[in-house]
């Protein structure tokens, strides 16, 4: 009689890593055919360590050219590996624009998409004449005179819970378009007087909702657009009464607030949100 093995597949548990990652030279983050993507190093790396891991979930699906400072993915593994352990093998695996700052275990049930309490984006404006090279992929540069204080009127204009059908892409079909934004603000950066930053923090994000408002404020500041005019879209619900959609390069994914970040981690402390403005 033929013995038959009883023993059980090993038990699959899921991690969570918080990704950082320069956008430039990628198509986005979610895995695309023929186009690098951050999601597809991620998963390639994954699978040289364990190739029946799933394949990585992240919580905000960034465009071609967007950043990310703190970026939740998670993975399925049946590999026994510590969190310090993930950490050190994808960071030796992966390329050096994209970088994992700590890994976790989470419940199996544990989705990064639907878990985060809020998030936080930033888009840098350049105000500059000439280009700057270090920040050609980092910033909008723009040369014509802003006026701050329309600006900072305009971002003000958008703090609520609306219906934000007006500021998203033709690409996004839901049907829910309340969101709640809790800030939406624009200031000069710290870190370098010729930029302006805007920061917008919410509970949930349309496709190119951050690039819009960003566009929208910018063509309010420079005379392009009348003051009043986010609000208007917001009552009247038409995206022609908007500015244009502003380029990736200037965005920045900065954080995601999370109810539960995960057991065992490595290293133990979270990356801290500090606006820079």
């Not at 190739?51 to 593994?77: C, I, M, N, W, Y």
């Not at 090279?133 to 009127?153: C, I, N, S, T, V």
Request: glycine residues 6%; charged residues 25%; contains cysteine.
């Amino acid at each position: 009689m033929d013995s038959k093995d009883t023993s059980s597949p090993a038990q699959r548990t899921r991690h969570l890593l918080l990704v950082a990652y320069d956008g430039s030279a990628y198509s986005g983050f979610q895995q695309q055919q023929n186009a690098p993507s951050i999601a597809g190093h991620l998963d390639d790396a994954l699978r040289q360590i364990d190739p029946e891991a799933s394949k990585v979930l992240g919580s905000s699906r960034t465009d071609a050219g967007v950043h990310a400072r703190l970026q939740p993915v998670t993975f399925d593994t049946s590999r026994k590996i510590r969190s310090r352990g993930w950490v050190l093998a994808l960071t030796g695996l992966l390329p050096r624009n994209i970088a994992v700052l700590r890994a976790s275990e989470v419940d199996l049930d544990f989705d990064p998409r639907k878990k985060p309490l809020w998030k936080v984006y930033r888009y840098r404006i350049l105000r500059s004449p000439v280009e700057d090279p270090f920040l050609a992929h980092h910033a909008w540069r723009l040369g014509e005179k802003l006026d701050q204080r329309l600006m900072e009127q305009e971002a003000r204009s958008l703090v609520g819970t609306f219906d934000f059908k007006a500021f998203r892409s033709s690409k996004d079909p839901r049907l829910d378009t309340v969101r709640t934004l809790t800030e939406v603000r624009i200031s000069e950066a710290t870190d370098d007087p010729r930029c302006l930053d805007l920061w917008v923090r919410g509970d949930r994000f349309l496709y190119n909702m951050v690039r819009i408002i960003a566009g929208t404020i910018v063509d309010v500041g420079r005379g392009r657009l009348p003051p009043g005019a986010a609000l208007s879209a917001l009552t009247g619900g038409s995206r022609l009464t908007l500015g244009m959609t502003a380029p990736a390069r200037g965005l920045s994914l900065e954080h995601v607030e999370l109810p539960d970040w995960g057991r065992d981690p490595w290293p133990e402390t979270i990356p801290s949100f500090r606006p820079r403005s």
